[in-house]
Nanobody, 126 residues
Framework: QVQLVESGGGLVQAGGSLRLSCAAS????????IGWFRQTPGKEREFVAT????????YYADSVKGRFTISRDNAKNTVYLQMNSLKPEDTAWYYC???????????????????WGQGTQVTVSS
């Protein structure tokens, strides 16, 4: 059974940084593309970043491009989201998701991901 556990969230001032981690188990991690999404109350889950299974392909939402960096360590079954220059509008619950893939593709639609973690909360104060 696929299990994804996010960590690293917290309270940070605007302009600060956080690094989120997504630790995976119950799967052959290197066969899975991983995505990060975020959600605030009353809004739909929003795409943030995604990385292909080999790590060579990444894609970001325009709202985070240049500030966030997604990476992965397949030896540790972990994906990271380095978030710099945080803004109050980055405040949300952050979720990682996994999708089995054959090629080195990435996916940015939530509906494409069958497996999800429970999320970690990020709060950016102004």
């Amino acid at each position: 059974q696929v299990q994804l556990v996010e960590s690293g969230g917290g309270l940070v001032q605007a302009g600060g940084s956080l690094r989120l981690s997504c630790a995976a188990s119950g799967l052959t991690f290197s066969w899975y593309a991983i995505g990060w999404f975020r959600q605030t109350p009353g809004k739909e889950r929003e795409f943030v970043a995604t990385i292909s299974r080999g790590g060579s392909n990444t894609y970001y939402a325009d709202s985070v491009k240049g500030r966030f960096t997604i990476s992965r360590d397949n030896a540790k079954n972990t994906v990271y989201l380095q978030m710099n220059s945080l803004k109050p509008e980055d405040t949300a619950w952050y979720y990682c998701a996994a999708k089995f893939t054959v090629g080195d593709s990435y996916y940015y639609r939530a509906i494409q991901y069958p497996d999800w973690g429970q999320g970690t909360q990020v709060t950016v104060s102004s």
